[in-house]
């Protein structure tokens, strides 16, 4: 059998070094904004972030990558060229919580913001809002200290709400066989998801200003 079918990358083993490296990065991020989390809630009494997600893109994901760029399948390709290789997704429960979170997350002195794209103020074509930024971090090994590119997603439980469902109709199914009108209902939607989303932010803003005031809220 063709060894370049089998072990697209150079060896089983690089591959396993660069995994855990990746893996290792990614159990850092998420450990930094579990300890964020913790503080706000000790500090002011609520948590800023509803959950954390992480993954690591499988072989298969990479090599698809790659082959999309036109690329070989060598490991330093790879890194040099796929930022999103490891990734966490960082979902709040409020539009002014994405923001305050990325804020102190980019103050942080041993990360290093590469690249930052807002699809919040500015949502994709498709409707797709969230706050994403490249990042790297330094993974301190046993022997040396590696700098890995890791990808941030930062957004609201409405607009997870809908990339997940999103991604599910898009990108599990045969884009052919799409009825027609899909994409344009699907926009529709993450229109009318954004209106609720800015619709949650203000009525907790006002509950939030009551509180601090002093006054009464009603239940």
Known sequence: MDKTQTSPFESAQEFLVM??????????????FEVLNSEFNI???RSPIHHIESRVKSVQSIMAKLTKK??????ATAKENINDIAGVRVVCNYIDDVYRV?????RQKDVEILKKQDYIKEPNYNGYRSLHLDTRIPVYLSDRT?????????????MDFWASLEH????????TKLPEGINEEMFDCAEKIAEI???MQDMYRRIADAEANGDAVKK
């Open 146 to 158: 590696e700098y890995v590119v890791a990808e941030i997603q930062l957004r609201t439980i409405a």
């Open 43 to 45: 500090q002011y009494s």
């Open 102 to 106: 990325a804020e102190i997350f980019e």
């Open 19 to 32: 995994r855990n490296l990746y893996e290792s990065a990614v159990k850092q991020l998420a450990l930094k």
């Open 70 to 75: 036109g690329m070989p399948f060598t490991i």
């Open 168 to 175: 599910d109709i898009r990108y599990k199914v045969d884009k």
């Open 197 to 199: 989303d800015r619709q």
